[in-house]
C-alpha cells in the first residue's frame, strides 16, 4: 500500500471523494465535516452545524454539492462554492447512516436507525418514497450506477434488493426507456397505481448485523460486509439473486467493503485495525495492510481513478494499492516500455510502437504483474525487469535476451533468467549489478551467475550511474559508488530519492525525491535544488540541458542555477520520457504513448540569458511571444532592465525600468506619453547625473523650472539663452529670477535698470558708478540729491561682478567615461541606427513654400496659392519653411575617452623628449599630431593623405583639440604648477610608447549629426550645412581602435557629403530668378538632381515632393508620374499620399514631357559639386580625395566646394584614422 496522505483528526465515519478534483471530504464523529485537498496536503474547508456524529457524506457527480447525515436526524445539502448549507431534509426519526446522491435523477437515499430507507427530491426538497421492510437499524443504501435498484444492509442481518423503476416512472419525467413503454402502451391505465419500490430479492447468509454493501460498477455482483467478520460477495439476475463465496480472515467485525474500479479486486476494512485485499477470482486475501491502534470505520474508491480512502479513530490516510508508473527505459530515438506481459519498442521520429517480445506471467499472488523498473543494455540487447522493491521478501529481478527479430503481430514468449533480489541494474557491457534481499551488492554476468560479491554501505536500492559507477540510495541521500575501486566517491543528501534521471551526455543527473528534486554533475557535486509542494513524478533532460519534469498536475523546467517554472497543466499525472524541441513524450498510468506540445520559449529564453547567450536571446525578443509580469520580473531580477524593456507595454513601467537602465531616450518618450511632472523630475535628475543637459533642459521646460534652467545654462556656457530667460523673467514679473539672470550674464546696464525699477535707486547708483557707466550714474546722483543730503561713497578698492565669460559653449551633451556596453544597449534600441535620422515623420507640407505645396482643381489645372512669400521674415535660413521645427534630443550618448590624468614620470637627470614629442614620433595620425601642438606636421599629413590645400576652416579644430590635450594642477602652495599630459593608452604605455587622448569621439559626432538632421527638418539650410562641414572636417581627426569604427566614420562622411552637396544645391536653386521658361526649366532640373542625393527618407520625401509639383508645374506629366510613385514607395503620411496619387491620376491621363530637360532618370549618374551638372555613368569626372565628391575634368585643381579644404583630382594616400597593430 503507497500511502498518498494521512490526516489526523478525531474518528472518521464517512468519506467521499469528489469525481473531478482531487478533493476528498471526511464526516468526523464530533460532528464536523472537512475538505481536504489530498494533493496538495492542505485543508480547503471544515462544516460544522451538525449536532453529533456525521456518518452520511457524498459529493454530486456533477453540481457543486455535497449532502451529509447525522445522529441529529438531519440530512443537509451543501454548496462548496457558496460554502454554506443550502438547506436540510427533515423526517427520519433516528440516527441517519449513510446519503447517496443518485447518478442522474435529482434523488438522495439515506438510510437510518429508524428501520427506514428514505429517497429524497433534492430539487423540490421533499420525501418522495419510504422503503420500510427491515426490522433492525439500516446500516447502508445505495443506489445501483446504472439501473433501477437499491441494495440496503440491515442489522436484521439480510441484504435487500429494490426495485424503484415504479418511482421513476412516478416522478420523473420520462426519458427514453419511459417513453418507449409509453407509446407501446398508449391505452394502459394502471386502476390501482404502482408501487414505488418494491423488493425485488432478499439475501440471507450473514450469521449478524450486515454493515455494509455495495453494487460492482459493471458487473452483477455485489459486495457485503457483516459483523459476522465476513466478506460475502453476491451476484444475481432478473429472478434471482444468490451466494457467490466468502472471504474469511477479518477477527473483528468488517466495518465496509467495496470493488476496485478496474481490476477483479475488494477491499474491506474491519475494526480488528486492518485492511484487506482479496483477489474476487480466488476469494482469497492477498495483501493485508494493518494499524497498531486505530479501528477501521469507513472505505471509499474514487470513481475513475485507482485511489482509495480509509477512516479509522485517528483520522484517516488516501492511499494506492500499487505503483503506477510504467517501467520503461529510453535509449537513443527509441522507448521501451513493459505493457501488460508485453515489452515494447516505441520509436520516436516515426511513432511506430511494436511489441518485441512476451513475457510469462508471473506466479506470485501479488496483485500486479507488471514490472516496476526495466534497464535495457544496448550492447547485449538485454533486458532487465525488475519487481515491486518496496517488500524484499517478495522482491525479484528477471533477466531477458530480446530476440533479433519478431512478430509484431504474434511477438514471441522468452523466457527469463528469474531470481531474488530487490533491484538490478547495468553496470558493464555483460555485467549487472544485483542488490539482494539481504541488501548485499552481488555483479552478475549474462547467466545470471554470480562473478563476485561486493560489501557496500547499506543502501535501500541502486540506480545506474556509469559504467562501473552504481548510485547507492539510503535514507538519508544518494551515494556515488566506485564498485571496481569499492569505495564511495560522493554523497548527496536527499530525502526518499525514488528515480534517478542521467542526461544523455551523463554530463548531469537529476535525483527526484518525494517532494524535491536535486540536480547533480557526473562527480555528483550538487547544481541546483528544487523543492515542490506536491509530488514530483518524472523527468527528462531537454535537448540544451534543462530538465523538465511533472508533477502531480504540472510540467515544470529547472535551470541548471535553479530557477524554475511552470510550463503547463495537467489534467492526470503523466511520466515523461523524452523532451524534443516543443513535443514533450510520455506515458501515462495505462501505459500508452502520448505526445503533448508545450512552448519552451520561456525557459530556453531564460537559459540562454543565464548562458550569456545574446544572440538567442536578441533573435527571441524580437520574434517570441513572451509576455507575463514574470518575464518582465525575470529579466529585471537577473540584472538586464533594458531587455524587460521590449516587453513592457505600460509607460510607466516603461519609463521606470529605463531609468533603471540608464537609457534616457526610451525614458524621454515615455515621459512625453505620460507628460506627469514627477516623471519630468526623474527624468530631469536622471539625465543630469549622465550629463546629458538637453534633455535636462527639456524636462526643465516641461516643468517650468525656470531657476534649475537659468543655472543649466550658465555651466553650459549658453549666454544667449541666459538672456532670454531674463527676458522671460521680466515678462513672467519675477524680478529676483530676472536679477539673477542677469548677474550670470553680466548685463550691467540691465541690472541698473532692474534696481532702479524697484525703487533701489542707491543701489543702482553704487552698480553704476563702480562699473563706470559714468552717464547712468550721474543721472542717479542728481535724482538722489533731491532726497539725500549726500550721495553714498563708492569703494575705492571694490570689485566688479562680473562672471567668467565661457572658454567654450558646451553645446554637446557632458562627456562620458568609456565604459563596455552591455549587448542589449546597441542590438535591442527603439531606434534601428545612431546615423539614421532620429526624425518625427510628421512634417507640415507648408514648410516647402510654394514648391512644396501644388493644389489642383478638378479638372487637373494648378490653382493659384493665395499666399505668397517664400521665407518667413525675420526667420533665419528659409529652408523648408516649418514654421516651428521639430526639436527632438539626442538619439545617442557621447562618449568620452576613458583615462585617468597620469602624472608623476621619472625624470632622469637629464632631460628627455617631452611627451608631446613621443605623440608625434609614435602616431601617423593627423589628430594626434593636433594633440601634440605639431600644427606643421598635422597640415603636411592632411596634405598627404587627403589632400588638404587651405587650412583656414581648421584653424577653430586644431584649438579646441590642442586645448583639450593637457592638464595643469597646482601641486603645492607657492610653487608653479604641473602639467600633465592625459594618454589613451595608459594601461599599456610605457614611457616613450604613449598616445594623446582622443579629441573628438565619433559617439559625438554621430549625435552632432542628429542635431544637422533637425536643422535639415527645420529649413535651416545655411546651419545645417554648416554642422555637416563641421562633422566631415572633425572625422579626419579621429583615432578609433576597430576596423568597424573605421568603417562607420566613412559612412559618415558619405552622409555629410551627400547632405552638403544636397542642400547647397538647394539653396543655389533657391536663389535663381524664375521669370524665363529657361530659368524655371533650370530649377526643376536642380530639384531632379537634389532626389539622386542619398538623404534619409523623411528629407527624401520633402525632396520627391518639391521635384513632383515643379515638373507637374512644368507639364512634364511623365517624369512627373516617376517622381510620385517614387513618393508613393516612401510611405508618406495619409494626406501627403491622397494628394500625390490624385497628382498620379492626372499625370497618366497625359504621360508626356513638354519640355526637354538635361535630366535622364534612367542613366545614373552623381552631381558636379560646382556645376550642380549631372556625370553620367562612364564619363569622365575627378574626385575631391577627402569627401569623394565628383567633378567635371575642367574643375580639375580647385578647391574642392563641399568640403572647402581639398583639391579636386589630386593624388593622396588616403585618410589614416586608425593605427594598425
Excluded at 482643381?857 to 521645427?885: L, N, Q
Aim: with cysteine.
Amino acid at each position: 500500500m503507497l500511502t498518498k496522505f494521512e490526516t489526523k483528526s478525531h474518528r472518521v465515519k464517512g468519506l467521499a471523494f469528489h469525481p473531478t478534483r482531487p478533493w476528498i471530504l471526511a464526516s468526523l464523529h464530533n460532528g464536523v465535516i472537512q475538505l481536504w485537498d489530498y494533493r496538495m496536503c492542505t485543508l480547503l474547508d471544515r462544516y460544522d452545524e451538525h449536532d453529533g456524529p456525521v456518518r452520511g457524506i457524498e459529493f454530486h457527480s456533477n453540481q457543486p454539492l455535497f449532502v451529509s447525515g447525522g445522529d441529529d436526524y438531519k440530512i443537509k445539502v451543501w454548496n462548496y462554492k457558496q460554502k454554506r448549507c443550502l438547506f436540510s431534509l427533515l423526517g427520519h426519526l433516528d440516527y441517519i447512516r449513510t446519503t447517496f446522491f443518485h447518478k442522474e435523477y435529482p434523488w438522495i437515499i439515506s438510510c437510518s436507525d429508524d428501520q427506514t430507507i428514505r429517497i429524497w427530491n433534492w430539487q423540490s426538497r421533499t420525501c418522495v418514497s419510504v422503503l420500510t421492510g427491515h426490522n433492525h437499524y439500516v446500516m447502508c443504501a445505495q443506489f445501483h450506477p446504472t439501473e433501477d435498484l437499491v441494495a440496503s444492509a440491515s442489522l436484521d442481518q439480510t441484504i435487500r434488493i429494490w426495485d424503484i423503476s415504479g418511482l421513476r416512472k412516478k416522478t420523473v419525467s420520462p426519458g427514453a426507456q419511459g417513453l418507449e413503454e409509453r407509446l407501446k402502451n398508449p391505452n394502459t391505465t394502471d386502476l390501482f397505481g404502482v408501487a414505488d419500490a418494491v423488493v425485488k430479492h432478499v439475501l440471507e447468509g450473514h450469521d449478524r448485523g450486515v454493515n455494509w454493501v455495495a453494487f460492482h460498477p459493471t458487473m452483477p455482483l455485489l459486495v457485503s460486509a457483516s459483523d459476522d467478520r465476513q466478506v460475502k460477495l453476491w451476484r444475481m439476475n432478473d429472478s434471482k439473486a444468490w451466494e457467490v463465496d466468502t472471504c474469511r480472515g477479518h477477527f473483528n467485525n468488517v466495518s465496509s467493503a467495496i470493488f476496485h474500479p478496474h481490476q477483479e479486486l475488494i477491499l474491506s476494512n474491519s475494526e480488528d485495525r486492518t485492511i484487506k485485499v482479496w483477489d474476487m477470482t480466488r476469494r482469497s486475501a492477498i495483501n493485508s495492510f494493518r494499524r497498531e491502534t486505530d479501528r477501521f470505520w469507513a472505505l471509499a474508491a474514487h470513481p475513475t481513478l485507482s485511489v482509495f480512502a480509509a477512516g479509522h479513530d485517528s483520522g484517516m490516510l488516501v492511499f494506492k494499492l500499487e505503483r503506477e508508473r510504467p517501467a520503461y527505459a529510453v535509449h537513443l530515438n527509441t522507448l521501451f516500455y513493459a505493457k501488460d506481459r508485453f515489452v515494447r519498442a516505441y520509436e520516436y521520429g516515426t511513432s511506430k510502437d511494436v511489441p518485441v517480445m512476451a513475457t510469462r506471467r508471473n506466479g506470485n499472488n501479488q496483485y500486479r504483474s507488471g514490472p516496476h523498473v526495466l534497464s535495457y543494455n544496448a550492447a547485449e540487447n538485454a533486458i532487465l525487469l525488475c519487481s515491486n522493491t518496496t517488500n524484499p521478501d517478495t522482491a525479484y529481478y528477471e533477466l531477458f535476451a530480446v530476440p533479433k527479430t519478431t512478430d509484431p503481430t504474434n511477438p514471441e514468449v522468452v523466457e527469463g533468467k528469474r531470481s531474488s533480489g530487490v533491484a538490478a541494474v547495468w553496470v558493464a557491457r555483460n555485467r549487472f549489478a544485483v542488490l539482494d534481499k539481504s541488501h548485499q551488492l552481488v555483479i552478475k554476468n549474462l547467466r545470471n551467475e554470480v562473478t563476485k560479491k561486493i560489501d557496500c554501505p547499506s543502501c535501500d536500492t541502486i540506480f545506474f550511474a556509469s559504467t562501473g559507477h552504481l548510485l547507492l540510495k539510503d535514507a538519508e541521500g544518494v551515494t556515488l559508488y566506485d564498485v571496481q575501486q569499492r569505495r564511495a566517491l560522493k554523497t548527496v543528501r536527499i530525502t526518499k530519492a525514488k528515480y534517478v534521471v542521467w542526461s544523455p551526455d551523463m554530463s548531469h543527473v537529476a535525483l527526484l525525491g518525494r517532494n524535491a528534486l536535486v540536480v547533480c554533475n557526473r562527480k555528483l557535486q550538487t547544481v541546483c535544488t528544487v523543492n515542490e509542494n506536491v509530488r514530483v513524478k518524472s523527468a527528462a533532460w531537454d535537448e540544451g540541458g534543462v530538465l523538465v519534469y511533472t508533477t502531480s498536475n504540472h510540467i515544470k523546467y529547472a535551470l541548471p542555477n535553479g530557477d524554475h517554472g511552470i510550463i503547463r497543466t495537467l489534467d492526470l499525472p503523466i511520466y515523461i520520457t523524452m523532451v524534443k524541441g516543443g513535443n514533450v513524450y510520455c506515458l501515462d498510468r495505462d501505459a500508452k504513448t502520448r505526445v503533448l506540445t508545450v512552448d519552451p520559449t520561456e525557459y530556453k529564453f531564460k537559459l540562454a540569458l543565464i548562458n550569456r547567450k545574446y544572440e538567442e536571446v536578441l533573435y527571441m525578443v524580437r520574434n517570441a511571444k513572451l509576455v507575463g509580469q514574470s518575464i518582465i520580473a525575470y529579466v529585471q531580477q537577473k540584472g538586464y532592465p533594458e531587455v524587460a524593456l521590449r516587453f513592457v507595454k505600460d509607460e510607466r513601467t516603461r519609463f521606470g525600468l529605463a531609468l533603471e537602465c540608464g537609457n534616457i531616450e526610451v525614458a524621454l518618450e515615455s515621459a512625453r506619453t505620460l507628460d506627469d511632472k514627477l516623471c519630468w523630475d526623474k527624468l530631469a535628475e536622471a539625465a543630469l547625473m549622465q550629463g546629458n543637459h538637453q534633455v535636462v533642459e527639456m524636462a526643465y521646460q516641461r516643468t517650468k523650472n525656470f531657476e534649475r534652467l537659468s543655472f543649466l545654462y550658465l555651466i553650459t556656457g549658453n549666454m544667449d539663452k541666459l538672456r532670454k530667460m531674463a527676458k522671460i523673467a521680466e515678462i513672467r514679473k519675477d524680478v529676483s529670477s530676472q536679477y539673477h539672470n542677469v548677474l550670470y550674464t553680466g548685463d550691467v546696464t540691465e541690472r541698473v535698470k532692474i534696481l532702479k525699477g524697484v525703487g533701489q535707486e542707491t543701489l543702482a547708483y553704487l552698480t553704476a558708478a563702480t562699473h563706470g557707466l559714468d552717464q547712468e550714474a550721474e543721472v542717479l546722483g542728481q535724482s538722489l540729491k533731491t532726497r539725500l543730503d549726500k550721495l553714498p561713497e563708492v569703494h575705492p578698492h571694490a570689485k566688479l561682478l562680473q562672471p567668467p565669460p565661457p572658454i567654450l559653449y558646451l553645446e554637446a551633451n557632458w562627456p562620458l567615461l568609456t565604459v563596455s556596453k552591455g549587448y542589449f544597449d546597441s542590438s535591442i534600441a527603439t531606434k534601428t541606427s545612431g546615423m539614421a535620422a532620429d526624425l518625427e515623420t510628421e512634417v507640415e507640407p507648408e514648410g516647402w513654400g510654394d514648391d512644396a505645396q501644388l493644389n489642383l482643381e478638378e479638372d487637373g489645372t494648378v490653382a493659384e496659392s493665395k499666399e505668397t512669400g517664400d521665407v518667413i521674415e525675420g526667420e533665419e535660413g528659409g529652408g523648408w519653411e516649418v514654421e516651428e521645427p521639430l526639436e527632438l534630443p539626442p538619439d545617442l550618448e557621447v562618449e568620452s575617452a576613458a583615462g585617468d590624468n597620469q602624472s608623476g614620470y621619472f625624470i632622469p637627470p637629464t632631460k628627455g623628449p617631452s611627451p608631446t614629442q613621443n605623440w608625434v614620433n609614435n602616431s601617423p595620425l593627423p589628430g594626434d599630431h593636433v594633440m601634440a601642438g605639431s600644427f606643421d606636421t598635422a597640415m603636411r599629413l592632411l596634405n598627404e593623405q587627403v589632400g588638404v590645400v587651405t587650412f583656414a576652416p581648421y584653424k577653430p579644430l586644431f584649438l579646441s583639440a590642442f586645448a583639450q590635450s593637457r592638464v595643469t594642477f597646482s601641486a603645492l602652495p607657492l610653487l608653479p604648477p604641473l602639467t600633465s599630459y592625459p594618454q589613451r593608452n595608459w594601461k599599456e604605455a610605457t614611457a616613450r610608447s604613449g598616445l594623446p587622448v582622443v579629441p573628438v569621439k565619433l559617439s559625438a559626432l554621430v549625435q552632432m549629426l542628429q542635431v544637422a538632421y533637425q536643422l535639415t527638418t527645420a529649413g535651416k539650410f545655411q546651419e545645417a550645412v554648416a554642422k555637416f562641414h563641421h562633422i566631415l572636417l572633425s572625422i579626419t581627426l579621429l583615432a578609433v581602435d576597430s576596423k568597424s569604427e573605421a568603417t562607420e566614420a566613412q559612412q559618415l562622411m558619405a552622409i555629410c557629403r551627400e547632405y552638403i552637396l544636397g542642400l547647397s544645391l538647394e539653396i543655389t536653386r533657391k536663389d535663381l530668378p524664375k521669370e524665363s521658361l529657361d530659368e524655371q526649366k533650370r530649377s526643376a532640373e536642380m530639384a531632379a538632381y537634389f532626389t539622386h542625393c542619398e538623404l534619409q527618407p523623411i528629407h527624401l520625401i520633402l525632396t520627391l515632393r518639391t521635384a513632383l509639383n515643379l515638373f507637374y508645374k512644368l507639364r512634364n506629366f511623365k517624369t512627373a508620374a516617376s517622381f510620385a510613385r517614387k513618393l508613393l514607395e516612401l510611405g508618406p503620411k495619409p494626406d501627403v499620399a491622397a494628394q500625390t496619387r490624385k497628382i498620379l491620376q492626372a499625370c497618366d491621363k497625359t504621360p508626356t514631357d513638354t519640355y526637354n530637360l538635361l535630366y535622364d532618370e534612367h542613366n545614373p549618374f552623381v552631381t558636379c559639386g560646382a556645376s550642380y551638372k549631372p556625370i553620367y555613368r562612364g564619363k569622365p569626372q575627378d574626385k575631391c580625395p577627402l569627401c569623394q565628391a565628383s567633378y567635371l575634368p575642367e574643375h580639375k585643381g580647385i578647391v574642392c566646394r563641399v568640403c572647402q579644404v581639398a583639391g579636386v583630382g589630386k593624388d593622396t594616400k588616403g585618410l589614416m584614422i586608425r593605427i594598425e597593430k
